[in-house]
């Protein structure tokens, strides 16, 4: 099953992302060239050398737009804006043009500049791990992808974009991009930004007389991994869902009043109603 590139694919942003999008393509028999565009020159001689991409780029310029008909975005979401004003000046309307980044809002705002050809799509896949070099060629089989179609988008565009996930095997959610930035500001920034500030918690409460990054258990490693993610990618998401992110960190500072209260005022019966009614509610998810 193919049907969603004829000629070539091109990846904007050769990390780790995109850099597993193309090896599962090629492990899944894909067999259209796979070319890369990256601003950072060692992410292209990576990814080549790798043999993640066939062939890759750092100038627009240099890339052969003839032969690409499908390109997906795989650079932080800060990024997203100045790359489509880049990329309007090579493609044209047949080129489906999607992305792979964690806020969807913006959207609107590539389909003004590129068209009702550009298609938006978030795959929840990932790690705290950030470049080409930690690729993997099985991040998506399975997972979810979720497509956030408005009413511009183009019938034609959104169908590639279905094909090109359903033949690496993900499953698809369709939901409107508000829908999406308000569930994932909440079930994905939310926690990522708290495990920036318990890691920060931990940078505070240490002095001359204690280092408390000595004493970290397993714990503490599981909770905060993902505050080892890239920067760069946590600001730009953090930005682009602001009024989400603050409305979901309101509601959890008050979770933490709560038990603030709890155990200050030492109600034991509530506090062990109240963290075995969490204890139950988190041991569903598995
Ligand atoms: P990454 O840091 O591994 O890779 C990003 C790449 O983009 C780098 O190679 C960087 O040099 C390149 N880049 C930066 N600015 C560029 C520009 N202007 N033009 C071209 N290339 C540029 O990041 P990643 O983890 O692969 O994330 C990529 C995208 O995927 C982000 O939009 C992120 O929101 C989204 N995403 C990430 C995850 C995850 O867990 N890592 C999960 C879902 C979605």
Redesign the pocket.
């Given at each position: 099953m193919e049907g969603f590139i004829e000629n070539g694919l091109l990846i904007?942003?050769?990390?780790?992302?995109?850099?597993s999008l193309s090896k599962e393509l090629k492990k899944k028999g894909f067999n259209k060239t796979i070319y890369g565009?990256?601003?950072?020159p060692t992410?292209i001689e990576i990814g080549q050398n790798l043999g993640v991409i066939d062939k890759g780029f750092t100038e627009y310029e240099k890339v052969p737009w003839d032969e690409i008909d499908f390109v997906v975005l795989?650079?932080?979401?800060g990024?997203f804006e100045?790359?489509a004003k880049l990329l309007k000046g090579f493609v044209n309307g047949k080129t489906t043009v999607s992305?792979?980044?964690?806020?969807k809002r913006l959207v609107y705002k590539m389909e003004k500049i590129i068209g009702s050809n550009f298609v938006g799509a978030?795959?929840?896949?990932?790690?705290?791990k950030?470049?080409?070099i930690y690729s993997v060629d099985n991040l998506f089989e399975g997972k979810k992808v979720i497509i956030t179609p408005t009413v511009d988008t183009d019938k034609y565009h959104l169908q590639r974009v279905e094909n090109l996930w359903k033949f690496i095997g993900a499953k698809i959610e369709y939901m409107s991009p508000e829908l999406h930035d308000f569930i994932f500001g909440v079930v994905s920034h939310l926690p990522h930004a708290v495990a920036f500030a318990l890691v920060d918690t931990l940078r505070e409460l240490s002095d001359k007389k204690v280092n408390l990054f000595e004493y970290p258990g397993a714990g503490f490693k599981d909770f905060t991994r993902i505050a080892a993610?890239?920067p760069?990618?946590w600001r730009?998401?953090f930005f682009n869902n602001k009024d989400n992110l603050l409305k979901s960190l309101q509601v959890f500072k008050k979770s933490l009043e709560k038990l603030e209260e709890l155990i200050r005022e030492e109600k034991k019966e509530e506090l062990k109603e109240y963290l075995g009614e969490i204890s139950l509610l988190r041991r569903s998810l598995d």
């Open positions: 904007v942003g050769l990390g780790f992302m995109g850099g565009l990256d601003i950072n992410a795989a650079s932080p979401v990024t100045t790359i992305d792979l980044g964690s806020t978030h795959p929840i896949a990932g790690t705290e950030s470049g080409v993610s890239d760069t990618m730009d998401i």
